[in-house]
C-alpha cells in the first residue's frame, strides 16, 4: 500500500474522530503525569561508565565500595588557630557533625592534639595552656600537615562513604551548614564549608534554579519569532502548546522506561522544542494553505495529512538516523541522551499529527459557525482566504525566490565555493581545542567555586592516582616493601607525582621506621590501628591502596597530561613489577575522568561520520533513489564542515554537551532538506520542470522551514545568557549550526537538486529520443520513475 494512501485513510480517521482523539490525549495526558513522578535524577559512575566495562568494575565496585571516601571540608581561618578557645570551639563543632547520619568519621587537628595531650596526661581533651598545644603541635607536625597547614587555617574533614547517594549527600551537607551556623565560634574566626561534594551540590542546585527562566525566555522568543514569520495563518501561537504536550509525554516515556535524568539529557529537551515545534509547525502551515484552496474543511485535512503526513515521516525517520549514531557512544548518559531526542521526536511527531491538525480542524470549525450569517459566504471566503492563505508576494517569499535564482543560476560556482569552506573547516576543525576542566563550565563568581578555589590556595590540588594492590596475604612484608620502594621512585622520580599514602608509613612509624620481616607482626600492628585508619588502606586479607597525589592535575596539565602520567605509571609498574601473585589496578577519579571526557570527545568525528552514513542509507532505502539519498547528506556534510570552520575561527571550544552536535545537525539540518526536497518532487509530480518545481518549493514550504527554524534559534539564544558557560557555549554553537543548515537548505541544496535530477533528465530524455529514432521503446522507460509512494 502506497504511504500515501495509508495517510490519505489516516486523515479520514482524524477528520472522522476528532472528539474521541482529544479524549484519548487527556487520558494519556494523566498517564504521562503518573510516569513522570518515576523519573530519576542520576549523576554516579553509572551515567559516566557502562556497568559491564572493565573501568566501571575497578572504581565502582573496588574503589568507591571499599576504599574511597567523600570529605565535606570544614575550614577556619583569620585567626590564630592554635588558641586553646579556638580548638574547643572546633572540639564542640566536631562533636555536633560527628552525629550527623552518614558521616563515617571526622579528621582534624582536635583528634591529633587530643590523642596526644592522652599519651601525655592520661586526658583526652584540649590542653587550657598554649604553650602545652604549641608542644603538641611541633612534635607532631607529619600528622597535622593537612589539616593545619600553617598558624591561620586549620581544616576538619567531614567523611563519608565513596559511594553516598545524591540524595544522602544533599542531606548531610544540609546538616553540615545548620551546625555550622549554631556553633560558638571567636567572633573573629570565619567558617567556610567546601570541598568538592559542597562545590557538586551547590553546581546542581545553581543548575536547576537556572534552567527554568532561561526554559521562560526561551519560550518567550518562541512567541515573538512566531508573530513575526508565522503570522501568515492564525492562531499562530498553537505550536508551542502542542511541542509541550510532546515534551508532557516524553517525561512520561522516561519514568515508564526508567531512563534517568542526567546533567547531559536535560539539554535535550530545548532540542525537542526546536525540533516538535518544527512539525507543528509544518502540520499547521499546510492545513491553513489547504482550508484557503479548498471550501470543504473535511478535504483540507485529508489532504494536508495525505502530502504533509509523508514528509515529515520521512524527515523524522532520517532525523532518528542522525540521532541513532549517539548510540556508539560508550558513555551512559549520551546513550540515555540519543534515546530521549528519539522518544521526544515521535511524541512531538504525534502529537502534531494527531492534536494540532484535529485542534485547527475544530477552530476552522467553529470560527466558520460563528460567522454564519454575519457575512456572506463570498465575503467570509475572501477573509479566509486573505488570512490563511500564502502570499507569494511578501518580503520573505520575495527574497527565498531570488536567493533560489541565484544559486540555480549559478549552480558550478556555488557549489565549489561551499565546498571549498566545507573541505578548510574540516581541516581546522582538528584544532578546535577541548574544554575539560569542570571548574570552567561554571559561573566563575559562585560563592562555593570560590571556596574551592581558596581551598586549592591552602591546601594545593586534591587529584590522585589510586592503586588498587590484589595480594594473598595484606599482611605479606615483600608487598609493604615494594609498595614503599615505588612509592619513593614515583615521588622522587616523577616531577608531576607529589606525594604517596598507604598503609606502608603507619606501619614503619609503629615499628621503628621499618617494615616487620614476617606476616605475624605486621598483623599485630594492624590490630592497633584504628579501624577507620586501616580500613583507608586495607581491605580484609586480599587488597591494598596506594594514593599517589598529582596535585591540581585537571587543570595543571589537562587530559592528555594524565593520560600520559597513566602511561608512564603503567610503565614503571611493568619495570618495577609487585611480588609474584600481585596484580595492580589503576583507577580513581581521574583515572573516570579522562576516560569519559576523552571518550565524549574524541569520539565526535567518528559518531558524525557513521550519522552521515546512516541517513544515506536510511534515505536510499526510503527512496531507492541514489539522488534523494545523496542531496540531502550533501548538504548536511556541507554544514558539518562549515561548522567546523566557524568553531575553530570563533576561538570556540568543544565540551561534553557540544561534543555531539554533529549528530544533531544531521538531526536537525537533515530534516530541513528533505522537507524541501519532499515538496520540490510534488510540485514536478505537477507538471512543473526542476527550475519552476524548486521556485515553488524554495517560496511555499521555505517559509515554513524558515519560521521553524528562526523558532529553534531565537529558543536557544537564551542559553547562551546561562551562566553556566557550558550550557551558554552549548547555545552558542546550537544557534550557529542551525544557521548554516537553514542557510545550506537554500543556498547548497536548490543547486543540488537541479543539477542532479535536471542532468538525469537530460539523460532519460536522450535516450527515450534514441530509441524513438529506432520505433523501439524498451518496456522500462514506460515506467514510472520509483517513488516512495509506489
Not at 59 to 81: H, K, P, Q, R
Not at 229 to 248: A, E, N, Q, S
Request: contains cysteine.
Amino acid at each position: 500500500m502506497a504511504i500515501k494512501d495509508a495517510f490519505k485513510k489516516l486523515g479520514i480517521f482524524i477528520e472522522d474522530n476528532p472528539l474521541p482523539i482529544l479524549l484519548i490525549v487527556a487520558l494519556l495526558i494523566i498517564l504521562a503525569v503518573q510516569g513522570a513522578q518515576q523519573i530519576e535524577m542520576k549523576s554516579g559512575t553509572e551515567t559516566f561508565v557502562e556497568k559491564d566495562s572493565a573501568l566501571y568494575q575497578d572504581f565502582d565496585y573496588l574503589y568507591l565500595n571499599i576504599f574511597a571516601t567523600e570529605s565535606i571540608i570544614i575550614i577556619i581561618e583569620n585567626g590564630d588557630v592554635t588558641k586553646p578557645e579556638l580548638l574547643k570551639a572546633a572540639e564542640r563543632l566536631e562533636s555536633s557533625v560527628e552525629s550527623i547520619r552518614g558521616v563515617t568519621g571526622i579528621s582534624s587537628a582536635v583528634s591529633v592534639i587530643k590523642n596526644a595531650n592522652y599519651q601525655i596526661t592520661g586526658k583526652y581533651e584540649i590542653p587550657d595552656s598554649e604553650r602545652e598545644i604549641d608542644s603538641i603541635i611541633s612534635s607532631h607536625s607529619s600528622e597535622l600537615v593537612g589539616i593545619m597547614p600553617d598558624g591561620t587555617h586549620t581544616l576538619m574533614y567531614v567523611e563519608m562513604k565513596g559511594d553516598v547517594s545524591d540524595n544522602e549527600l544533599i542531606d548531610i551537607q544540609r546538616e553540615v551548614e545548620k551546625t555550622v551556623e549554631l556553633s560558638d565560634f571567636p567572633p573573629q574566626y570565619s567558617v567556610i564549608i567546601t570541598g568538592d561534594p559542597s562545590f557538586m551540590v551547590a553546581m546542581n542546585n545553581e543548575m536547576n534554579t537556572s534552567m527554568g527562566p532561561l526554559l521562560m525566555i526561551s519560550a518567550f522568543f518562541m512567541v515573538i519569532v512566531l508573530y513575526l514569520v508565522f503570522r501568515h495563518v492564525r492562531w499562530k501561537l498553537l505550536p508551542l502548546p502542542i511541542v509541550l504536550l510532546g515534551i508532557i509525554y516524553t517525561f512520561g516515556a522516561m519514568g515508564y522506561l526508567n531512563i534517568p535524568l542526567s546533567m547531559v539529557s536535560m539539554s535535550a529537551f530545548p532540542i525537542l522544542i526546536g525540533l516538535g515545534i518544527d512539525y507543528a509547525i509544518q502540520f499547521h502551515n499546510r492545513l491553513e494553505e489547504e482550508l484557503g484552496r479548498n471550501e470543504n474543511e473535511e478535504v483540507a485535512v485529508i489532504e494536508t495529512i495525505k502530502h504533509t503526513g509523508p514528509a515529515v515521516l520521512i524527515a523524522l525517520i532520517i532525523t532518528s538516523l542522525g540521532f541513532f549514531s549517539l548510540f556508539t557512544s560508550t558513555v551512559p548518559m549520551i546513550q540515555d541522551f540519543g534515546k530521549l531526542l528519539l522518544i521526544g521526536i515521535i511524541m512531538c511527531f504525534l502529537s502534531a499529527l494527531f492534536v494540532g491538525v484535529t485542534v485547527i480542524y475544530g477552530l476552522d470549525t467553529y470560527k466558520k459557525k460563528r460567522t454564519e450569517g454575519k457575512t456572506s459566504p463570498i465575503a467570509s471566503k475572501k477573509s479566509h482566504r486573505k488570512t490563511s492563505t500564502d502570499n507569494s508576494h511578501d518580503k520573505l517569499s520575495t527574497i527565498l525566490e531570488k536567493t533560489t535564482n541565484l544559486t540555480v543560476r549559478y549552480p558550478a560556482i556555488v557549489l565549489a565555493v561551499t565546498g571549498f569552506l566545507c573541505i578548510s573547516g574540516l581541516y581546522v576543525d582538528s584544532f578546535v581545542p577541548v574544554q575539560t576542566d569542570v571548574t570552567n563550565f561554571v559561573p566563575q563568581d559562585m560563592p562555593a567555586l570560590i571556596d574551592l578555589i581558596h581551598l586549592g590556595d591552602i591546601i594545593g590540588g586534591t587529584d590522585a592516582l589510586n592503586l588498587i594492590i590484589k595480594v594473598d596475604d595484606s599482611a605479606d612484608p615483600n608487598v609493604l616493601k615494594w609498595i614503599d620502594d615505588f612509592s619513593i621512585h614515583e615521588v622522587e622520580g616523577r616531577g608531576r607525582i607529589y606525594g604517596a599514602s598507604s598503609i606502608v608509613p603507619i606501619i614503619k612509624a609503629m615499628n621503628g621506621g621499618t617494615i616487620p620481616d614476617n606476616s605475624a607482626d605486621i598483623e599485630r600492628l594492624y590490630e592497633q590501628i584504628p579501624e577507620t585508619q586501616i580500613n583507608r588502606y586495607v581491605h580484609g586479607k586480599n587488597m591494598l591502596l596506594l594514593d599517589l597525589d598529582i596535585g591540581n592535575a585537571v587543570a595543571d596539565i589537562k587530559l592528555e597530561g594524565i593520560t600520559e602520567l597513566m602511561k608512564i605509571l603503567e610503565e614503571d609498574i611493568a619495570w618495577m613489577p609487585p611480588p609474584p601473585g600481585t596484580s595492580v589496578t589503576i583507577t580513581g577519579n581521574s583515572v573516570v575522568f579522562t576516560t569519559v571526557f576523552t571518550a565524549l570527545t574524541s569520539g565526535r568525528v567518528a559518531m558524525t561520520l557513521l550519522g552521515l552514513l546512516m541517513v544515506f542509507v536510511g534515505l536510499l532505502v526510503i527512496y531507492r533513489d541514489w539522488i534523494k539519498a545523496l542531496t540531502p547528506v550533501f548538504t548536511m556534510f556541507i554544514v558539518i564542515g562549515w561548522a567546523g570552520g566557524v568553531m575553530y575561527y570563533s576561538r570556540l571550544e568543544y565540551t561534553p554537551m557540544t561534543a555531539t552536535l554533529g549528530a544533531l545537525i544531521l538531526g536537525v539540518g537533515s530534516e530541513y532538506a528533505v522537507l524541501m526536497m519532499e515538496r520540490y518532487y510534488e510540485e514536478k509530480d505537477n507538471g512543473a520542470n526542476p527550475l519552476d518545481a524548486i521556485r515553488e518549493a524554495s517560496t511555499k514550504i521555505g517559509k515554513a522551514i524558515v519560521a521553524s527554524g528562526l523558532t529553534t534559534l531565537f529558543g536557544f539564544s537564551a542559553l547562551i545568557a546561562s551562566p553556566f558557560s557550558m550550557t551558554s557555549n552549548f547555545g552558542l554553537v546550537t544557534i550557529m549550526d542551525v544557521s548554516l543548515a537553514l542557510i545550506a537548505t537554500f543556498i547548497v541544496f536548490p543547486p543540488m537538486i537541479v543539477l542532479l535530477d535536471g542532468w538525469r533528465d537530460q539523460k532519460k530524455a536522450k535516450r527515450i529520443a534514441k530509441y524513438t529514432e529506432g520505433n523501439i521503446i524498451p518496456r522500462y522507460m514506460h515506467k514510472p520513475e520509483v517513488d516512495i509512494n509506489d
